[in-house]
């Protein structure tokens, strides 16, 4: 099996070898899907993974604007198409100056098996630009949005690729991409998801990511006996995915003691409560501020410049930021701090040696994949609503998100479960992903 799985990963890489976080995230599902495909004589011969890794197709473009002082920029613009067997393509855009095709290749890769756990008919894709929005004035967002916009609506479309949000994308760029598209078709349309609330957007969209982690965190608990009721957890980032993971976990009964953002993470002793949950809000997403400025605010936090929370003892944590953001240290000192339970709000925030400790502690471990898909998750059910042209209730979209995450946490468990009763979230996502994937593939023959 070592050498199936080698001779593969070689071949992967004779093509993307300068690309280390794509060939990261195949490196872990060909871990666990070739010995399940070894298994099973359907997907023997077509090789199907093959297929799965090589985007259906990627389009770069140049996005040229014009900054406050009429200087000219040119960023690179970029839509990763991956893989449509069940559906359009669906994920999100990034903007944030490390953007490049390693890194949306990782993130498209990862999206199908994510959007295939979700139960709804997306495919997978992403994109986005090495364009940074912070320090940018709304003019020059909107500019950029605008530019980025005059390409991208070529190659998307309701029923052929949906984007949304991600890494420095928000309510405010969705507002202005899907305000171009509309202009450039003269169509309202269900093109983007996250849209705001009275021009198609879902209720629930902008909590989900953060929500649905924290129902999955809790039904890994709860298999195990346990719950979020009284205990620690740390979250990592202070974005869209940390704020809501923070405010969900609260409301679940827990006591959150971590905040982060590049620069460094913030410990308040006390926790962060609701009160001090809606000043990070305002203050990331109105001032658009920096996490540091919390601890001068509250006396009983400190703030750790150019550190991770990793080291603060607790029961869960959360990471929400970024990829590679926890590494085998990092991991190490979570299971040695009596951690039991990681959930990944972010995608691929664990580094494989962080993975591997893990599952050495055998503590429960969620890959992003299965435990962020709820926004994702979500984004198919505004698509849903915008086809109906009809509005759910708040309670009605977070009933279907919460059915959407148990259902993921229990094709995990099918999937992953290890002789010994420990089970493996990282297997059990990859093959319940693969299989819906694989099977619309092998109906539709080799395109
Ligand atoms: P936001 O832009 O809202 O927030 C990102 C947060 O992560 C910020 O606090 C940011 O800090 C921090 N961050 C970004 N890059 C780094 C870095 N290199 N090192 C340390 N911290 C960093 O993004 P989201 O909250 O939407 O996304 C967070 C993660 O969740 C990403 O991995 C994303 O792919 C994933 N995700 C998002 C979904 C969504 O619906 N939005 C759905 C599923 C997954 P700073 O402000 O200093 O840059
Ligand atoms: O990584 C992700 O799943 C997202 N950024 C959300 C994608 C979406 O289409 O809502």
Same mark, same amino acid.
């Given at each position: 099996m070592e050498a199936k799985i080698k001779a593969f990963m070689d071949e992967v890489k004779t093509r993307n070898g300068h690309e280390p976080e794509f060939i990261q995230a195949v490196q872990e599902v060909a871990e666990t899907v070739i010995p399940y495909i070894a298994k099973h004589k359907i997907y023997n011969g077509k090789n199907i993974l093959l297929r799965m890794v090589e985007p259906e197709r990627l389009v770069s473009f140049r996005v040229a604007w014009v900054d406050d002082d009429g200087e000219i920029h040119v960023n690179r613009g970029y839509r990763i198409q991956m893989n449509s067997a069940i559906g359009p393509y669906k994920g999100g855009?990034?903007?944030?100056?490390?953007?490049? &095709?390693?890194?949306?290749?990782?993130? &498209?890769?990862?999206?199908?098996? %994510?959007?295939?756990?979700?139960?709804?008919?997306?495919?997978?894709?992403?994109?986005?630009?090495?364009?940074?929005? %912070?320090?940018?004035?709304?003019?020059?967002?909107?500019?950029?949005?605008? &530019?980025?916009?005059?390409?991208?609506?070529?190659?998307?479309?309701?029923?052929?690729?949906v984007p949304a949000g991600d890494i420095g994308v928000g309510a405010r760029e969705i507002g202005f991409l899907f305000g171009m598209y509309k202009k450039i078709r003269n169509e309202f349309t269900g093109v983007l998801t996250g849209k705001g609330r009275s021009w198609g957007g879902s209720l629930i969209r902008?909590? &989900?990511?953060?929500?649905?982690?924290?129902y999955f965190a809790q039904s890994m608990m709860q298999t195990n006996g346990m719950d979020l009721k009284g205990k620690d957890v740390v979250i990592s980032g202070s974005g869209n995915v940390a704020q809501y993971a923070a405010e969900k976990a609260l409301h679940l009964g827990a006591k959150i003691l971590t905040l982060s953002d590049s620069q460094g993470y913030i410990h308040d002793t006390d926790g962060i409560d609701e009160e001090k949950l809606a000043y990070v809000m305002d203050l990331k997403n109105n001032k658009r501020g920096r996490i540091s400025e919390y601890a001068d605010k509250y006396s009983a936090a400190t703030f750790y410049k150019g550190e991770t929370p990793w080291t603060v003892k607790c029961d869960i944590a959360l990471p929400c930021a970024t990829q590679n953001e926890l590494d085998g240290e990092d991991a190490k000192a979570l299971v040695k701090n009596g951690c039991v339970c990681v959930a990944e709000g972010a995608n691929m925030p664990s580094t494989p040696e962080a993975i591997h400790e893990f599952h050495e502690g055998k503590i429960l471990f969620a890959p992003g994949k299965a435990s962020n898909a709820g926004g994702v998750a979500t984004s198919g059910l505004e698509m849903s609503q915008n086809s109906l042209r009809i509005s759910w209730s708040r309670e009605e979209v977070d009933q279907r998100l919460k059915d959407i995450m148990e259902d993921i946490h229990d094709s995990c468990v099918k999937y992953g479960k290890d002789d010994d009763g420990y089970c493996n979230y990282v297997k059990g996502a990859n093959i319940a992903g693969f299989v819906k994937v694989a099977d619309a593939m092998l109906a539709q023959g080799v395109i």
């Open positions: 855009l990034r903007f944030h100056p490390t953007v490049n &095709a390693s890194i949306l290749k990782f993130l &498209a890769f990862e999206q199908v098996f %994510k959007n295939s756990l979700t139960t709804l008919p997306m495919g997978g894709g992403k994109g986005g630009s090495d364009f940074d929005p %912070k320090g940018k004035s709304d003019d020059e967002v909107m500019r950029f949005c605008h &530019a980025f916009m005059l390409e991208l609506n070529r190659h998307i479309g309701p029923n052929t690729d902008p909590e &989900a990511t953060g929500y649905g982690t924290v």
